[in-house]
Nanobody, 116 residues
Framework: QVQLVVSGGGLVQPGGSLRLSCAAS????????MSWYRQAPGKERELVAT????????NYPDSVKGRFTISRDNAKNMVYLQMNSLRPEDTAMYYC?????????WGQGTQVTVSS
């Protein structure tokens, strides 16, 4: 049974930091590219970070570049999203995604709220 269990969301003040974790099971984790997406109310789901399966190359949109860092631990089947210098516009539900060829798996999402 495929599972992506996300944790680490919460309420943080502007300028603060949060670290999201995604624990994967039920599939060959090291074969999959891993990503984090987010979706704010009334907006489309947005890709915020990707890390490849092979050499760990990362990619970010301009909106989070320099503030967010994705990493993975293939030995532990874990992927992380370190979020620094958070802004109110980062408020959204954050999702973990695993992708390989035609296969896509999604975690349950965790709410991140940036507010004073």
């Amino acid at each position: 049974q495929v599972q992506l269990v996300v944790s680490g969301g919460g309420l943080v003040q502007p300028g603060g930091s949060l670290r999201l974790s995604c624990a994967a099971s039920g599939f060959m984790f090291s074969d999959y590219a891993m990503s984090w997406y987010r979706q704010a109310p009334g907006k489309e789901r947005e890709l915020v970070a990707t890390i490849t399966r092979a050499d760990g190359t990362t990619n970010y949109p301009d909106s989070v570049k320099g503030r967010f860092t994705i990493s993975r631990d293939n030995a532990k089947n874990m992927v992380y999203l370190q979020m620094n210098s958070l802004r109110p516009e980062d408020t959204a539900m954050y999702y973990c995604n695993a992708h390989w060829r035609w296969k896509d798996y999604w975690g349950q999402g965790t709410q991140v709220t940036v507010s004073s």
